[in-house]
């Protein structure tokens, strides 16, 4: 067997510090606006429906799930891929707000039930969200665990 070269040596040294130095990158990088529960959300022009479920959904939703449902720092995005119809079904949204549920897609904790939204405008909202979801390429998907 014969030593390493002092070339050799110093090429593992490269990719040794190149690999911590990635390591850290990711480790103290801030998050990305994805991680953070932000998306970019294309607004389509919205049917009439929709339009009042904006408008519950502003007075009711965006204090957590943030303008046009992109997500803040309190709540996920409702523009992502997860909640395509196929894994999240139109009840599921109803169900959310009647009842609370429990944290299970992200870092956020539970929802708290919302009894001051009505069953007439928890529709509204769902209209909203998936007219919205449509708009940014989210459609429905089997749900496969």
Request: net charge positive.
């Amino acid at each position: 067997m014969s030593a390493a070269t002092p070339v050799t040596r110093y090429a593992a040294l490269a990719v040794a510090l190149a690999g911590a130095a990635l390591l850290g990158w990711k480790a103290f990088a801030p998050a990305s606006r994805t991680e953070a529960g932000l998306v970019t959300v294309t607004v389509p022009a919205l049917s009439a429906a929709a339009r009042a479920g904006k408008d519950a959904f502003d007075a009711n939703c965006a204090s957590c799930h943030g303008p046009s449902g992109a997500g803040s720092d309190r709540g996920p995005p409702l523009i992502h891929d997860i909640y395509n119809p196929g894994h999240h079904a139109d009840e599921s949204f109803l169900l959310a707000a009647r009842h609370g549920v429990r944290r299970h897609h992200w870092r956020f904790g539970d929802m708290p039930p919302q009894p001051q939204v009505s069953a007439a405008q928890m529709r509204a909202i769902v209209r909203y969200v998936r007219e919205l979801q449509a708009a940014n390429g989210i459609v429905e998907r089997p749900h496969r665990m």
